[in-house]
């Protein structure tokens, strides 16, 4: 599988949007998934698969033309695992893994070299920690949850009272609980909980370098994009969907299914189902118009300051 | 102890704010912290204890009803140290941590599981680095200072010279000094300096996925939240307060207290005690009235187009 | 070598700008690099060395001045090598280095402690990964590579379909290709392609903390500072310059030499040679007059609500 500038006569391609279609043209892909839409755009493609939904049919095609390399399982020389702790069937421990005491790992989990693992943490079945991970002591990990490198879940929040001359920590007691079908991107870090617990919900998906404070919660099934940051006990709702750098005050609520505009800054609540965007963050449609109408005035300013002279004098 | 929503009658709870009211009226706990101002809030908690500052008052009580674990000093049979390395009394080594030549430890120095200390670096009496955690040589680490998992301390700036067709690297070999009771967040990155040292000032608390470049200057007290940036060489002064997302451009000072909005792009010096927001960064005040000019005159553009219309006749 | 504020009689020091003209005043440095505009500075440092251009004269004293420490090749006895992989001459494998099956390792590899590196990645020489860097199966890294502690290169991108109530992964099997002469910052991110590769262009250079997507292709001598966020497909091209926290959104270019204010948000392709800044990102003319045109307004906003009132009557 190759995209259309790269395919050569032995690759299929896809064909899933028009903007792609000058591409088409001059592919020599031996094979493309197409669109209805787009099933008698030019091109010398040998052979055209007409797919209702070509991102979803090279998710089925993708497993066969690319055969995951086999699991093995066992347990390297090299991992040290602390006392009482329990280890489920099947699982695969890489090197220089490192497992704290009374640690719960369910059956098939996979621990990649390097990733360290603190005191009394449970990881569900078929969870898979990459390379150099770290877990914090208590923290929750659910089933069929992926974590890619570098991240750090369970990490202490940024709490302290300023006390005596000297900013105090505030201990860190809660946890920080990883639902079901979660993943979460490469060096992303979340915070447990001060008292209350830190929780992101059931199948979302967190991309690479997000932070995620204290005491946050996060339904299910959201999408949270590259280095996004959400201060302490913001709570997202089911759905809600956060573009890239978008950054989220504290003590907030995302509606269920609010999605949020790439680098908006968010300092109040975001009621369900609406776009907002921008700084500070509005609705979609007025921070839209704010900035057109913005480049339109800063190209009439001469005319607009004249007017504003006469009515001054 | 417990929040007020999810707190049961073996809990300890807290009541700080008057938005938190409503949760005070349903809660199920056994007793609650609660400031004067509060202390009437209706509710059916059995026990209030009125106390002038209920977080200050957490602060004390947590210790108590969480015994930390603990500190078991030793060093683990799979940690490697260099030659000329001296620690200190009651180490703790964890699993595969490494530790270069000529190195310095303090006494009570803990050192999590797979973290990695460079070449003639120092750390202080009763510094805990957690797990992953990378210094680069000859950094320089006070006491009771804590680094969260995967922070890099003393990383090569980013300084280089257009030579000859190529970017060529500026040779870094100033120091990364982190002073006493500093505490770095997870997957921090602090440089070390060009020529000059990066210093961090005692006390100061240091957020997530921080970016400090080489030769900055962080006084005493300060906060910095998560995923702010702070360009080369510029110099923040004691007491400061930048909130998440903030950027600020090289070579510039912010002044003793000043604090910074999250999200600020920070272009030029901040005076001593102000308070700025917004891109580029302005006084707070201004900042506002500016977002809220715009966003009137958004909504009357149509009456302003033809005032200017008219004038351009 | 010490800066002027802080060299002492031993030091050699330099003034290259007229902002550091006060401090040349004042400083005790026994032997100073001035620029020839600079060289009748007031000041009393014993020696002055007139060059044209500070900066690369200091390149070149730096390595006399600090030798660089002797690297010693060699392979850790904890260091753990999968079968089928080969390693070229002189390498340098540190404590706890994991590497995967059938790995190719060039000539004069430098693997820090705790790195990680997995199955049929390829090398080049003379490349140095420091500590604890993570590269997921199958990427490529070409010769003189410099990838700073912490890095992720080729983690999954994050790409899903909604299907049957879930967010169905798309399999990722393109590669993350690392040019020559590149250098990675710490903590930074690089995802491989989801079908396409992912592709860093020679002597380009990426500063910490920075995410870079699937499939994003970023040419030869590119500069992207700290904490830029590049989403999937996007296509920088040759010598263009991305300051910090600057986001981009996916499937854009940006034209050769192009260069991109720090926390700028782009929405949009950005053409060859231009500056572009702010949100959305605009030329940066454009983007400074629309700010300077949103603080007069804001300061004339009685007036001209006075002009629109009268009007709308």
Not at 3 to 27: E, N
Not at 233 to 250: F, K, P, R, Y
Request: charged share 20%.
């Amino acid at each position: 599988m190759a995209p259309l500038d790269r395919a050569g006569d032995a690759d299929l391609t896809f064909l899933a949007a028009p903007r792609y279609a000058p591409l088409f043209l001059t592919t020599r892909a031996g094979a493309a998934l197409v669109s209805p839409e787009l099933a008698d755009q030019p091109g010398q493609v040998r052979a055209r698969i007409v797919v209702a939904k070509p991102h979803e049919a090279m998710l089925r095609v993708l497993p066969e033309l690319y055969v995951a390399p086999t699991r093995v399982s066992g347990v390297h020389a090299t991992a040290v695992i602390g006392r009482g702790t329990t280890v489920g069937r099947d699982v695969s421990l890489g090197a220089h893994v490192v497992i704290g005491r009374d640690v719960v790992l369910g059956d098939r989990v996979t621990l990649d070299a390097g990733t360290v693992v603190g005191d009394e943490v449970r990881i569900g079945d078929d969870s898979h920690l990459y390379a150099n991970v770290s877990v914090y002591p208590r923290a929750r990990i659910g089933r069929r949850v992926l974590v890619h490198a570098g991240a750090r879940i369970g990490s202490d929040g940024f709490g302290y009272v300023f006390r005596d001359g000297a900013h105090q920590k505030i201990p860190h007691v809660g946890r920080c609980v990883i639902s079901d079908d979660v993943e979460i991107g490469a060096n992303t870090t979340i915070d447990r909980g001060s008292i209350d617990d830190t929780v992101i919900g059931p199948g979302t998906k967190i991309d690479n370098l997000v932070h995620i404070g204290h005491n946050v919660r996060i339904g299910a099934l959201c999408l949270v994009m590259a280095q996004v940051g959400i201060a302490g006990s913001t709570h997202i709702e089911d759905g809600a969907i956060l573009a890239g750098q978008v950054g989220l005050a504290g003590h907030l609520t995302v509606g269920k299914g609010a999605r949020l505009g790439a680098q908006a800054g968010v300092f109040g609540d975001v009621p369900a189902g609406e776009t907002w965007s921008g700084y500070p963050a509005r609705p979609h449609k007025e921070a839209l118009r704010a900035q057109a109408a913005l480049f339109r005035l800063s190209g009439l300013m001469k005319t607009l300051e004249r007017l504003i002279d006469r009515e001054k004098r």
